[in-house]
């Protein structure tokens, strides 16, 4: 478990902030299980888009 101590060298942020000097958006990660729409390619005149679950992330995608 990671303790609260370690991270007061950085004065309590996320590795990233610290590198990019920016706040991190955490709007953009879904919850587990939230409807959801995904990309289709059918045909030009055709739905572009279904709807389903989130069940999780790609292999080789960081979270988005």
């Known amino acids: ?3 609260l101590e370690s991270s ?3 004065d309590v942020k996320t590795p990233i902030e610290v590198w990019s000097n920016k706040l991190v ?3 953009l990660l879904k919850v587990f299980g939230c409807p959801t ?3 289709v390619i059918e045909g030009k005149l055709e739905p572009r888009a279904d709807k389903g679950f989130f069940m999780d992330y790609e292999d080789g995608v ?3």
Request: aromatic share 26%; charged share 15%; hydrophobic share 40%.
């Open 8 to 10: 007061i060298a950085i």
């Open 62 to 64: 960081k979270g988005f």
């Open 25 to 27: 958006d955490y709007s």
């Open 1 to 3: 478990m990671l303790s």
């Open 37 to 39: 729409y995904y990309h």
